[in-house]
């Protein structure tokens, strides 16, 4: 069983402004390498139709599975549910089950056409539930479609994460040194060549006075992630004798 | 004088395993469109040398600015400075004053071809100094490489903006209301209709049983984004009034 592919999207202008800063990635990423499907590459794209229509086609055949983030509110800036329908070619159609869904969580004098809109989907598109503010996310393809408000997020992805296809889990170890990248990326790279199938990562840590290096080892064979950690770390406490 | 664009490309997979979460995009943004440049789009890349060349040659000519974060320490997985050597069809060579930088920095015992290798850049690339740790960032044609690490990324980044061309600043305003978002959509609309030139963005935010949004309003033109804002904001109070 091979690991598996994600494509994120984060959309919406604010993130581009600086205004917000992303918190979904990680937090997707994480969930995602749990299950063993590594997220191959996110972007961050503004609330432009072309350019969130081109992305979802060129990518969707592309990886296993594509998720976005943020643009599926009741204002005229939220476009990505409308979006997801062109790219899927698929018409944008009011989506029973969330009509109702939007019903039971709104007063009916609460309950406009600006708030219906949010069931407005790609035909044939199932519901992702949302249990903090009523108005579903979905899923179409391989394209699922969840808010970016991180709360309302992470309770979509619980959802979203259960209905996906499990890949080989990428197994990781860290180990922590307080030699500096310099001191050891020598006998770092041959610790590297010598197992290949183990993705070995360098990431340096600055605060103040304190220095350190995480090393990260990551492997979908625990075995030889076991073996790499073990080479590295005697490399690492020879190394350290030697100062 | 429009406004300036740029993409921004955060390199590294630590930042895609869900280990690290990114806090530049945030900054660069910010940075950047007080100056008139505006980010397009960000992208989150692997440390892998074809994704990340291809993006570099795919987006140079596309914008005025590219700015990359991360992968140019010492160790095997830091990638960047070669990669962008090639999409600039430049070759890599040893560069004397990012050298002279290192050898300023370091102590001779400490400085070893590990360390030196930071001095590696395409051929005819300036420098971006790096008070905190030596080792330089460069740019070369309009792609600008800088460190990962945030406390060095910005000290970078001050240096960067200054050698970028200024465009159109956008201004901004913000609104803060009550209402939420299903309530004003359709008022939203209108003023957004009738105001095109300004880009209106709405984001609700969600703590326990606080709950609001905030409009921000965007416009190169500040008269037309006062005139904006003042409409919307009694379309707003109008509204609220009527509750």
């Given at each position: 069983m091979?690991?598996k592919t994600?494509?994120?999207?984060?959309?919406?202008?604010?993130?581009?402004s600086?205004?917000t800063?992303?918190?979904?990635?990680p937090?997707i990423?994480?969930k995602?390498?749990?299950?063993?499907?590594?997220v191959?590459e996110a972007?961050?794209?503004?609330?432009?139709?072309?350019v969130i229509?081109?992305?979802l086609r060129?990518w969707?055949p592309?990886?296993?599975?594509?998720?976005?983030?943020?643009?599926?509110g009741?204002?005229?800036d939220?476009i990505?549910?409308?979006?997801?329908a062109?790219?899927?070619?698929?018409?944008?159609?009011?989506?029973?089950g969330?009509e109702a869904?939007?019903?039971?969580?709104?007063?009916?004098?609460?309950?406009?056409?600006?708030?219906l809109?949010?069931?407005?989907?790609?035909?044939g598109?199932?519901?992702?539930?949302?249990p903090?503010t009523?108005a579903?996310?979905?899923f179409?393809?391989?394209?699922?479609?969840?808010?970016g408000?991180?709360?309302?997020?992470?309770a979509?992805l619980?959802f979203v994460?259960?209905?996906?296809?499990?890949?080989?889990?990428?197994h990781?170890?860290?180990?922590?040194?307080?030699?500096?990248?310099?001191?050891?990326?020598?006998?770092?790279?041959?610790?590297?060549d010598?197992?290949?199938?183990v993705k070995i990562?360098?990431?340096p840590?600055?605060q103040g006075?304190?220095?350190g290096?995480s090393?990260?080892?990551r492997?979908?064979?625990?075995h030889?992630?076991n073996q790499a950690?073990?080479?590295?770390?005697?490399?690492?406490?020879?190394?350290?004798?030697a100062q």
């Amino acid at each position: 069983m091979p690991t598996k592919t994600a494509m994120v999207l984060l959309i919406g202008d604010e993130l581009l402004s600086g205004r917000t800063t992303d918190k979904n990635l990680p937090v997707i990423a994480q969930k995602l390498g749990e299950k063993g499907i590594a997220v191959i590459e996110a972007r961050v794209l503004p609330d432009n139709a072309d350019v969130i229509v081109d992305t979802l086609r060129a990518w969707s055949p592309r990886v296993d599975y594509v998720l976005t983030t943020g643009g599926i509110g009741p204002t005229h800036d939220d476009i990505t549910a409308s979006c997801v329908a062109q790219a899927v070619d698929r018409p944008f159609v009011r989506h029973a089950g969330a009509e109702a869904a939007l019903r039971a969580y709104y007063k009916p004098e609460d309950l406009n056409e600006a708030r219906l809109s949010m069931a407005d989907m790609p035909q044939g598109a199932d519901l992702i539930p949302n249990p903090v503010t009523g108005a579903p996310g979905f899923f179409i393809n391989n394209i699922f479609v969840m808010a970016g408000v991180p709360s309302i997020m992470g309770a979509m992805l619980d959802f979203v994460v259960d209905h996906l296809t499990p890949g080989a889990v990428i197994h990781s170890q860290t180990l922590a040194t307080t030699l500096m990248e310099g001191e050891m990326a020598h006998a770092l790279s041959a610790v590297q060549d010598q197992y290949p199938d183990v993705k070995i990562g360098s990431y340096p840590h600055f605060q103040g006075n304190k220095r350190g290096v995480s090393l990260v080892l990551r492997a979908t064979d625990p075995h030889r992630l076991n073996q790499a950690a073990a080479a590295l770390e005697s490399t690492l406490n020879a190394l350290t004798a030697a100062q």
